[in-house]
């Protein structure tokens, strides 16, 4: 595969997962981020282990170890991982609403003000606010 085939087939994979690029500076700049230390020693095994479960903990069993609120804010239209999976962990004590956020995860806007509500809601109460996960 020539680097402009990868970069080519880089762009489409990002197209799918961020509807708009507004908030993106410059498509070519992040293909280059993204590509370059792709082609570092050891690359492939890094990616390997990124993308296949490592054995760590899953969410679903840590979520029952908290005694605090945990903000659980999923993608609405994630590609990869469904909403009806973030629905589920609001199946938990500890995890009571999940909120589903627009696509972009560059939309502070949107993700402020859900964190602050949180966080006033729970700050005043005894029970520390969870890390979001």
């Known amino acids: 595969m020539t680097d402009a085939d990868q970069k ?3 762009l489409e994979l990002l197209v ?8 993106v500076d410059s498509l070519l700049s992040i293909t280059e981020a993204i590509i370059r230390p792709c082609l570092e ?5 890094v990616f390997l282990e990124f993308i296949c479960y490592y054995g760590g903990p899953l969410p679903e069993d840590l979520l029952p170890q908290f005694k605090c609120p945990v903000l659980v804010a999923w993608g609405e239209k994630d590609p990869w991982d469904p909403i009806k999976l973030g629905r589920a962990y609001g199946n938990f004590d500890a995890a009571p609403q999940v909120s589903p956020l627009s696509n972009e995860d560059e939309k502070p806007e949107m993700v402020n003000p859900l964190i ?3 966080v006033a809601r729970h700050s005043k109460s005894s029970t520390a606010l969870a890390p979001v996960i």
């Open 16 to 23: 799918v997962f961020f509807k708009e690029w507004k908030n």
């Open 116 to 118: 602050e509500s949180v």
């Open 41 to 45: 020693p050891g690359a492939v095994d």
């Open 8 to 10: 080519t087939c880089l």
